[in-house]
């Protein structure tokens, strides 16, 4: 009976260090994308091998949700959200997170990665 108990308590431990680890996960996420205002300078296509240089954006992600994008004169604003801890969903496009830490990040459509830089 005691070994069973053991067994019961060690699982439902697991569990729950689990579940905190998931959402600390995107808790973190959340302040290091909301804490920065970003810039895109390039981006790298797999596919071709080849690194592009673009015309810069900046884009400003708020806590609630929103986000706004600013490329030369025009502003546009849209929402975002994570999808899980690997995903994150701009509008209506969702891109894999391929990296995340204060000042890269680094988002992945198919065979392309958008490369956005920290705004010092």
């Not at 260090?17 to 998931?22: D, F, H, I, L, T």
């Not at 300078?41 to 994008?69: C, Q, R």
Request: hydrophobic share 40%; with cysteine; charged share 25%.
């Amino acid at each position: 009976m005691r070994k069973f108990l053991a067994i019961i308590l060690v699982t439902i431990s697991m569990l729950f260090v689990q579940s905190c680890e998931n959402s600390c996960s995107l808790g973190r996420k959340t302040k290091l994308i909301t804490a920065n205002m970003w810039r895109i300078n390039s981006y790298i296509d797999y596919s071709v091998n080849l690194e592009m240089s673009i015309v810069p954006e900046v884009y400003n992600f708020d806590a609630d949700g929103h986000y706004t994008k600013v490329r030369e004169c025009d502003t546009l604003a849209g929402s975002w959200n994570f999808v899980d801890c690997n995903y994150l969903k701009l509008g209506t496009q969702t891109f894999k997170i391929a990296e995340l830490s204060r000042k890269i990040m680094v988002l992945r459509y198919g065979d392309v990665d958008f490369v956005y830089r920290k705004i010092e």
